[in-house]
């Protein structure tokens, strides 16, 4: 495996220490730690998948990053420029560098819009285009890339399917030739057949136009597939991340272990040879006052005491592997 | 010895504005006492449909139209308003997809589990309570006396399904019909639900219908699948002969464009193409043909008949019929001489 310095590589987005809680209406001393002190960088034209389950973070990392929320703390960095504490008017030349795909494309895409419109809407926020029908060219090839065709331009969203609604918002993402897109849950509204289509096509583009994803799913077989590196989030921490072979061959974290436990495997054979126990017990904490310690302590199988009291740090195992236990003892 | 629940050619539509749409189209099957069986489509395959005809939970718009529903042998549809009250929650109960809108949110959970027990039985009101807290600690909610008064909205998805459970359980059901019940849950709580279930069924030894999208979920808990597709049963068979030799493109299909855990990621998935049929203007023929990349010119024109491979494996598909052609046929191999 390349170590990190024999990549050499530029990183497209690093991100250090990002911090954000929400207040919580009616209590003005409470916070919800959504995400608390992550750190992650994506090389170029590499794809970074976040894994967790709901309310863990993954889905504010992207949001932050994407600067639809204002960082509480920590650096946003996109192509060597820090856009973590710019405002609405500076980020906007960023926003041609950085898009985003979210998980509904019902509620994703207004619907009194034709696609025409939708997909010509960032080419004139940039002010690339006057109107939507300058930007038809531009609009009929980026729709020919998505599977879809010129005779779409007149027609509305509900029109569409779900998958053909998804090629739509991938369309309205790519049109303005980003280098990062951030993909939110984007296939998880999808039906099982049409799931692959989404994700070849997002993997065709990667090797087309050397595309950087921060790609965020709950279902970890997916985000093994399409992701060079997997991040594993639990309760607003960053809990392991490394090569995502090493993630099924050598999880070391017990809740990465856990969560591939509980994932159901479509093969008889191998759901019967598992014993029938629980993966993970118990529900997640809340947010709002998490655990002391590891946050995980209270759902793990092998806590010490020592978890209850110290939180683990994200620390490097071997190579690119870093891991937040403390099974593994002070790696340093 | 006869099967506990047994459906024979269901028709259900529903009559909107723009005429009939044809839900469920012909679909037979058999549950045995004890058994799981798994029925799994996307959405639009019918599979919620068929399971809401059971018990005659169809909206206002819905109708069976034609087929017999026998429970022990007596025909639910046929049954009237007071018998299937009686039946429903007692000799088979449902549980949903999300639990959150399953219960009242103004009515603490023992409450309504307490419901369902003074509807079915002669139970006196400690008893009822007794009952409420045995359930509980079946279901594993942990502190049941001090639960008993708690709201939904303090509950978590994963302990709410728990209630749903309770309440489906309540009356030892000899059927459960499990509607997706754990889509809108993380993996980690759907395997405790998945586990959960499981004892429960051997304990009890009630018989689940378990409907699905995800075939791994199904793999988990069932011991037979039915694979629906726009209405109609596309394959049924033990589950590992499905895995192991699926006898219907769209089942390979099904199987094919999902990533395993140990995937090969230089591989491209393959995937279904085209989108699932639009149920108002069903393709004439067999409806998985313009998605089918097996498709010759037939099954353009007629709805191919279920074919037995083996005691316990159907599939719909004229690849297994006698004249179809050897190349280019993956289920050459399965055809049975002589029909």
């Known amino acids: ?332 | 010895m006869a099967p506990l629940l047994q459906i024979k050619n269901l028709h259900t539509s529903f009559f909107t504005h723009d005429g009939e749409v044809q839900a469920v189209k012909g679909v037979d099957l058999e549950i045995a006492e004890g058994e799981t069986l798994g029925i799994v489509g996307e959405s639009g395959s019918g599979k919620s449909v068929t399971s809401l005809s059971i018990l005659n939970l169809l909206p206002p718009s819905g109708k069976v139209v034609a087929g017999e529903i026998l429970l022990n042998g007596k025909d639910l549809v046929q049954a009237g308003r007071s018998e299937l009250q009686s039946i429903r929650g007692n000799a088979i109960s449902m549980i949903f997809q999300d639990p959150m809108s399953s219960l009242n949110p103004l009515i603490p959970v023992g409450k309504q589990v307490e419901e369902m027990i003074i509807t079915h039985r002669k139970r006196t009101r400690s008893q009822v309570k007794n009952d409420v807290m045995k359930l509980f600690d079946m279901v594993q909610i942990p502190d049941p006396a001090g639960r008993y008064r708690s709201y939904p909205h303090e509950f978590s998805g994963g302990m709410r399904q728990r209630v749903m459970i309770a309440i489906a359980l309540a009356c030892s059901p000899s059927l459960l019909i499990a509607d997706e019940p754990t889509t809108a849950l993380d993996v980690t709580i759907q395997d405790q639900i998945l586990v959960l279930l499981h004892s429960l069924q051997r304990e009890m030894n009630m018989s689940i219908l378990f409907i699905s999208h995800d075939l791994g979920v199904i793999a988990e808990i069932c011991s037979r699948v039915m694979v629906m597709y726009s209405g109609m049963v596309m394959e049924t068979a033990r589950i590992d002969d499905l895995f192991r030799t699926p006898a219907h493109p769209y089942t390979m299909g099904l199987l094919q464009s999902i990533p395993g855990i140990m995937q090969d990621r230089s591989v491209p998935l393959l995937p279904i193409p085209g989108s699932p049929p639009d149920a108002s203007n069903p393709p004439q023929g067999c409806p998985f043909h313009p998605r089918c990349r097996y498709a010759r010119a037939i099954c353009a024109r007629e709805v191919p008949p279920l074919q037995q491979i083996s005691e316990s494996h159907t599939s719909r598909c004229w690849l297994l019929a006698d004249q179809a052609p050897v190349e280019n046929n993956p289920f050459a191999p399965l055809r049975r001489p002589n029909g």
Not at chain 1, 63 to 92: C, Q
């Open chain 1, 1 to 332: 495996m390349d170590s990190p310095d024999k990549r050499g590589d530029t990183f497209m987005l690093e991100v250090n220490g990002l911090v954000k809680h929400f207040p919580v209406p009616g209590k003005r001393k409470s916070v919800v730690h959504a995400v608390d002190d992550v750190t992650f960088a994506i090389r170029k034209g590499e794809t970074l998948g976040l894994v967790g389950e709901s309310g863990c973070g993954k889905s504010t990392v992207a949001r932050t990053v994407a600067r639809m929320y204002k960082p509480t703390a920590g650096k946003i960095i996109l192509d060597s420029h820090d856009i973590s504490t710019l405002n609405g008017r500076e980020l906007r030349p960023f926003r041609k560098k950085m898009q985003m795909v979210f998980q509904d494309p019902y509620s994703s895409l207004n619907p009194r819009m034709t696609v025409l419109s939708l997909v010509a809407e960032p080419l004139i926020a940039q002010g690339i285009v006057d109107t939507a029908r300058a930007a038809r060219d531009q609009v009929v090839q980026m729709l020919t890339e998505v599977g879809l065709s010129a005779e779409h331009c007149s027609r509305y969203p509900h029109e569409f399917s779900g998958g053909q609604r998804q090629r739509i918002s991938l369309a309205r993402a790519l049109v303005l030739g980003p280098e990062l897109v951030i993909c939110d849950e984007p296939i998880s509204a999808l039906d099982v057949s049409i799931q692959a289509q989404v994700i070849n096509l997002l993997q065709r583009f990667k090797q087309e136009q050397e595309l950087t994803y921060l790609f965020i799913a709950h279902d970890l077989s997916m985000v093994r597939y399409v992701s060079d590196t997997v991040g594993v989030m639990y309760l607003g921490k960053m809990v392991e991340i490394c090569d995502s072979e090493e993630i099924y061959r050598n999880p070391l974290h017990p809740y990465t272990r856990g969560l591939l436990a509980a994932i159901p495997v479509p093969d008889p054979g191998a759901a019967k040879e598992r014993t029938r126990s629980v993966a993970i017990r118990g529900d997640l904490p809340s947010p709002i006052s998490p655990p002391r310690g590891c946050r995980f302590h209270t759902r793990c199988k092998e806590v010490m005491d020592i978890c209850r009291r110290v939180e683990p740090p994200l620390q490097t195992k071997e190579g690119d592997h870093k891991v937040a236990c403390h099974l593994y003892g002070s790696l340093q």
